[in-house]
């Protein structure tokens, strides 16, 4: 037992040693670099994940992901070229690596990790069914008792919400409609106290309501679909810096870094501030990529919570709270490991 | 033979003529005269009880139809003002389609280059003007050869850039510009195409023939939007440098070749309406198979086969919105993308009958020319 330990400790070291020296070799990695910028696979077109303006410049918290695995690599968030990607398209595209990463909204489940060929590599999106409703009439899911929801007939979303409604004993009359459109429309007038559907497509719905100011879309969640980067299988040390770029933003908003402070910061008092920054332990080079890594996408991007609030939170449109989206630290469900 | 004796002239027993005063004949309705025709209409209309009660249902319904449709289309539509806010009447937004013309038009292609789009497309009415609408003029044939073999490769050197032009990637084209080069290169491809395996297909040695009828029906056989897919996704997976070729080429060539096994069919239609005569005639001349296909085969045969041409290519120029699946925005998709616009919310209606009345206009534009050509290029008496 003892020989077995001392044995994976000295092979641990020693791989440790050979990692710090000779990176394993990353194909995409020498794609990204040779070609001079990132291929991103994002959404068609979803107002606060992945939109492209007037005049064709992308913006939303997926495209937001993609520019700072841009400025991570290359040092320049503007070197990256989207491609928007249908449902039907997404896999493919990845599996034949028209893109080097998806970052597109497309829950994480298992049956996808495990048949599809692809790693999700994080979350970056706590989505889930939850409920719009006129201001001040609910709070959560559990205060629905005794109203009616709109929806449309046989969907999932009406499957979700009477399987939840049921379980937890909460008389909620649910009103079926052929179409998404009618339930919305018959929740705009009045006929119903709540219309349900995803948190994403909840915040574009309501802007299209007559009266957006008075009407609020959850926080709470009845249904659980994480959604984050992707890779395909294979070339591990891309798969890392894909994974540790997402860490990376949501460390930044931890340890309280942001695109305002980040020059400040690099001689913070703090060794994980220092750490993370590139200031020291030389983090980049041992995935094979600058050490000023983290420093760029802060810089260029900023932190999760910034880039959250400007494309889906309270700077954007859509309005939407933090929610499960918040740090770990402060009630959410947005998790890094340490910069250790 | 029918109707040959009257060939050149034209009945005028039913048309009146009139000499203006600089000396010029105009001939005024070459048919029945207005008066006769608008009782001819009426006859028709409310000659009898049912008639009359089918004529007035029929009027009824399309008036309750067009009446609130006009009213949103036009009268109660608003079509000045910069934002979402300006709209405040009950009908179309017209705003939104004027905001996002641009892209409409030209996708994401940028702003300063979009002078090299409109001047392909200028280029692209011109060839057509000379290869259809001008009288025989010396050695049209070697210039319209030479247009046919330069221009295209022109056309794409201006639209994608380099050598001296800046590279615009094909991920940035879109709108009715996409839709046209779709259409355009396609039918590039397919025209060409469709004839050799048409002439192929009837061809005397049964290797050729097969082969030809192989490609014709597997192309036939499958769907459009498959081949789209397949093109898009697949050939990336198969090939081991497949990501390398463009997307939009290969969705041109997928739908090319499909095309082009449904012009086949056209232009076999067109060979077979020929009369064998034709054929023995050329031969007794002593022309061999290539110049018996060139000066007498094909110019009659194509003759035929125009109308059915012209449909296949309406049918392909609403088929390129096909390629939406694979995530190229050809005009329709760039009205879909346009849609997610959070500063545009709900504006569905507009942007589809925006996209949709060019894609009208394109292709009611497209038959009536087909008709004119076909009306110059019938053989007299047919």
């Known amino acids: ?340 | 033979m029918r109707g040959e004796a009257s060939a050149g002239l034209v009945p005028l027993g039913a048309a009146s003529a009139e000499i203006a005063s600089d000396g010029r004949l105009t001939i005024l309705g070459a048919g029945p005269r207005p008066a006769r025709r608008s009782r001819a209409l009426a006859r028709a209309l409310f000659g009898t009880p049912l008639d009359a009660a089918i004529t007035i249902l029929v009027a009824g319904l399309l008036l309750w139809a067009a009446v609130p449709l006009v009213r949103w289309l036009l009268l109660d539509a608003t079509f000045r003002g910069t934002t979402r806010e300006d709209c405040t009447g009950t009908g179309a937004c017209w705003v939104f389609v004027r905001a996002r013309f641009g892209q409409f038009m030209y996708g994401f292609y940028p702003g300063d280059q979009r002078w090299r789009v409109d001047l392909a497309g200028l280029g692209l009415v011109a060839s057509a003007l000379l290869l259809f609408a001008t009288p025989p003029f010396p050695r049209k044939r070697i210039v319209v050869a030479l247009a046919v073999l330069c221009l295209p490769p022109l056309g794409v050197w201006l639209l994608y850039g380099g050598f001296g032009l800046r590279v615009v990637e094909t991920r940035d084209w879109g709108g009715l510009m996409l839709t046209v080069f779709l259409s355009v290169y396609a039918a590039l491809i397919a025209v060409p195409l469709g004839i050799v395996l048409a002439l192929g297909r009837a061809s005397r040695l049964p290797i050729i023939r097969l082969i030809c009828t192989i490609v014709i029906e597997f192309w036939r056989g499958v769907p459009i939007i498959a081949v789209i897919f397949l093109a898009s996704l697949l050939l990336p997976l198969i090939l081991p440098n497949g990501a390398g070729i463009d997307r939009l080429a290969r969705a041109v060539v997928g739908l090319g070749l499909c095309i082009a096994a449904y012009m086949a069919e056209a232009v076999r239609g067109g060979l077979q309406a020929l009369p064998p005569g034709q054929r023995e005639a050329a031969a007794a001349l002593g022309l061999g198979y290539w110049r018996t296909t060139g000066l007498v085969v094909l110019p009659q045969a194509l003759r035929v086969s125009l109308p059915a041409l012209t449909n296949e290519f309406i049918a392909l120029v609403k088929n390129t919105s096909l390629v939406l699946i694979v995530s190229i925005f050809d005009l329709l998709g760039i009205a879909q993308a346009a849609l997610a616009d959070p500063a545009w919310v709900g504006k569905t209606w507009e942007a589809y009958a925006f996209a949709g009345s060019i894609y009208w206009i394109a292709c009611f534009g497209l038959s009536r020319w087909s008709r004119r050509i076909e009306a110059r290029t019938a053989l007299p008496g047919r």
Not at chain 1, 242 to 268: C, F, H, P, Y
């Open chain 1, 1 to 340: 037992m003892s020989t077995r330990l001392i044995l994976a400790g000295a092979f641990t070291l020693a791989a440790g040693a050979a990692g710090a020296q000779n990176l394993a070799p990353s194909p995409t990695l020498d794609a990204i670099k040779a070609r001079g910028h990132l291929e991103c696979g994002v959404h068609l077109g979803l107002p606060g994940f992945s939109f492209a303006n007037d005049k064709g410049e992308w913006s939303g918290i997926d495209v937001d992901y993609c520019r700072s695995l841009a400025a991570a690599l290359l040092g320049d968030a503007t070197k990256v070229k989207f491609t928007p990607t249908s449902v039907q398209q997404r896999w493919p595209v990845l599996q034949s690596a028209q893109v080097d990463v998806l970052a597109r909204n497309t829950t994480i489940t298992f049956t996808r990790n495990a048949t599809l060929g692809v790693n999700f590599q994080g979350i970056n999106f706590y989505e889930g069914q939850t409920f719009l409703v006129r201001k001040g009439s609910a709070a959560a899911p559990k205060d629905l008792d005794g109203a009616s929801v709109c929806v449309a007939a046989g969907s999932t979303e009406e499957k979700n919400a009477s399987d939840w409604f049921k379980e937890r004993n909460l008389k909620v009359s649910i009103i079926n409609f052929q179409k998404n459109d009618d339930a919305i429309q018959a929740y705009d007038s009045g006929r119903c106290d709540a219309y349900t559907a995803g948190i994403g497509a909840l915040a574009g719905q309501r802007i299209k309501l007559k009266d957006p100011a008075n009407n609020i879309v959850m926080t709470e969640t009845i249904s659980n679909d994480p959604q984050g980067p992707t890779t395909r299988w294979g070339d591990e040390r891309f798969q890392l810096v894909v994974r540790w770029v997402l860490n990376a933003q949501i460390a930044a908003e931890l340890l309280g870094v942001t695109s305002k402070n980040v020059d400040q910061m690099k001689t913070s008092p703090n060794a994980e501030v220092r750490r993370l920054l590139g200031t020291e332990g030389g983090f980049g080079a041992m995935m094979g990529i600058p050490n000023d890594w983290a420093y760029q996408i802060v810089k260029q991007v900023g932190n999760y919570g910034e880039s959250y609030e400007r494309t889906v939170g309270m700077d954007s449109p859509l309005k939407l709270a933090r929610g499960k989206n918040e740090l770990w630290t402060k009630g959410g469900a947005l998790f890094t490991p340490p910069f250790q």
